[in-house]
């Protein structure tokens, strides 16, 4: 088992570029979800997923697009990137939303 | 990774002795409390869990205890070793109408000196 994987690992964009992050996970987990981590503010949740076709928004949502068109794949997509989503990202897997959850090695995105 | 570890609580032990990190959660309908470690430029990693209907749970040099009281959480380490440097952070679950939440808390950086 791979677990969680994310590409790419670092990423610069110039403001207003879109780009997505890609996530996969191949424990056949149903709950997907995409966290953003900055200094002194822990993991805050952007969307989720608890299936294949369903997504629902987390906390900080804005400037953030999702979709699960499969169980393995949960994309996080910025479609103007702005400094103020300069951060680290990581996308997690479960098999609830209550359990235990993986997390992949994470996307350092930095927006000039 | 590195830029994490900034302005975080720290816990300076030396190698050999019991290490115990706090948590305070903020949320008294929560049910379910989970503990992170997160290693500098790496993924937040399961340590160990606990349910609100009990006060205490081992594991592997591990021990996590809850007061529900005072809503407070501890990880303790036992015999901590240099590989257990890492950022610790709690997290709690709790049902917000049909809807599961998940908040992690800040973290705090365990500093095991040799």
């Known amino acids: 088992n791979a677990g969680v994987t994310q590409t790419p690992k670092f990423q610069v964009l110039k403001t207003g570029q879109s780009m997505t992050l890609q996530c996969a996970q191949d424990?056949?987990?149903?709950?997907m979800s995409w966290y953003r981590q900055d200094p002194g503010m822990g993991l805050r949740l952007i969307h989720y997923?608890?299936?294949?076709?369903?997504?629902d928004q987390g906390e900080v949502p804005n400037g953030y697009n999702v979709s699960r068109s499969t169980t393995e794949d949960f994309p996080l997509r910025l479609l103007s990137a702005a400094p103020s989503q300069t951060s680290v990202y990581f996308c997690?897997?479960?098999f609830g939303p209550g359990g235990e959850q993986f997390f992949g090695p994470g996307t350092r995105l930095t927006v000039l | 990774g590195e830029s994490v570890g900034l302005h975080l609580p720290t816990l300076s032990v030396q190698e050999g002795d019991n290490s115990i990190i706090n948590c305070a959660y903020s949320n008294s309908a929560s049910d379910y409390f989970i503990w992170y470690k997160q290693e500098s430029g790496k993924g937040p990693q399961f340590i160990i869990d606990i349910r609100s209907n009990m006060d205490k749970r081992q594991g592997q040099r591990v021990t996590v205890l809850l007061n529900k009281t005072v809503k407070h959480l501890s990880l303790q380490i036992a015999a901590t070793q240099p590989g257990d440097s890492a950022v610790y952070f709690c997290?709690?679950?709790?049902?917000?109408?049909?809807?599961?939440?998940?908040?992690f808390g800040t973290g705090t950086l365990l500093a095991v000196q040799p």
């Open positions: 997923s608890v299936g294949a076709g369903i997504t």
């Open positions: 997290a709690e679950a709790y049902r917000d109408g049909a809807t599961n939440k998940l908040i």
């Open positions: 424990m056949n987990h149903e709950y």
């Open positions: 997690a897997s479960s």
